[in-house]
């Protein structure tokens, strides 16, 4: 015999309290069986789930403990999770199928770069005629020619004076050397 939870509208859940069971009617227009399949797949490792088709457009999920008969408290909690969970697996396949062209774009370049190298022929066919592109910000640059050492020395020297042709190692010289 199935009993009502506190504060569950009866015609969403009941509880069956001699067998330790809830079953929750979910509208099948409101969440697509996809996402009612995702939040009944995150019960598995502790309810046993039933689902089933009472009538049109509604899905019966009932879910029984692994552990033993349940309280009220645990099958309420059980409702309130499976709640949230329903709601946000409907969610997540809103998501995707409005990012699907964009997830398939990337999946698709993610493989054909897995593919390897381009081939001789690729590269054959590649025209090396266009311009250079823009690089105001210096990303293409090479780190040696972007933070390469300037010389104080012979920004200093006038034009024509002979400069050291010591390399700049960075230590400080010993007192006395020329």
Known sequence: MTSPLQGIPSELAAADLNSGAVQLSVDAQLYPLGAIYAASYVFLDRCYVLLDQPAEHRVRVTLTPKKGPADEALLRAFVGEFSNELLSAAWRQQIAQENRAVIEMVTSQAISAAMGPPSLDDLAAFDFGDEAFEDPLGIAMSW?????????AAATAPAGAETSAKPDTGAPEPEGSP
């Open 144 to 152: 040696e020619e972007k933070y390469k050492k300037k010389d104080p």
